[in-house]
């Protein structure tokens, strides 16, 4: 079954710079293809994702998050269990689930930093996208050649 559907996750913390992703996704695939979810934080992402999965509807789902040292915990401890989980959904329902994470080590909430994540985003999702409609449909050759 060929899927032209794409869930599209992000993050609320930091929304101003994590919604650029999805900008950069809209230049390789069109909007009415996508169907856009917000969670609070990259915690919660994982779990949607795997929800979203299961439905069967999508060919790919990609989910972007900033990931900021906020000093209570370590970023890299939340970063990674958010791209371990990531990776169990897709593994666990088949179904490809991209990571636009990013896990800075020197953020800081000025004009300038966020001037550059915002455009980082905008790249990041794109490549997302690109990734998408790639594997998409070299596991359509896949299946086919079955």
Same mark, same amino acid.
């Given at each position: ?18 919604? /650029? ?5 809209? /230049? ?77 080590? /020197? ?40």
């Amino acid at each position: 079954m060929t899927h032209t559907r794409y869930a599209f996750v992000k993050a609320n913390w930091h929304s101003d710079i994590v919604d /650029q992703a999805l900008e950069g996704f809209l /230049q390789f695939i069109p909007a009415d293809q996508i169907d856009v979810f917000d969670v609070p934080g990259a915690f919660e992402m994982p779990l949607l994702a795997r929800d979203l999965a299961q439905t069967g509807r999508y060919a790919a789902i990609a989910c972007a998050a900033f990931v900021v040292d906020g000093g209570i915990y370590r970023h890299d401890f939340v970063a990674q269990a958010v791209v371990d989980g990531l990776m169990r959904a897709g593994m666990d329902t088949g179904v490809p689930v991209l990571s636009v994470s990013l896990t800075p080590h /020197q953020y800081q909430e000025t004009d300038h930093h966020n001037a550059i994540y915002r455009a980082h985003f905008v790249e990041k999702g794109r490549e997302a996208a690109q990734a998408a409609l790639k594997i998409t449909e070299t596991r359509e050759k896949v299946a086919q050649a079955a």
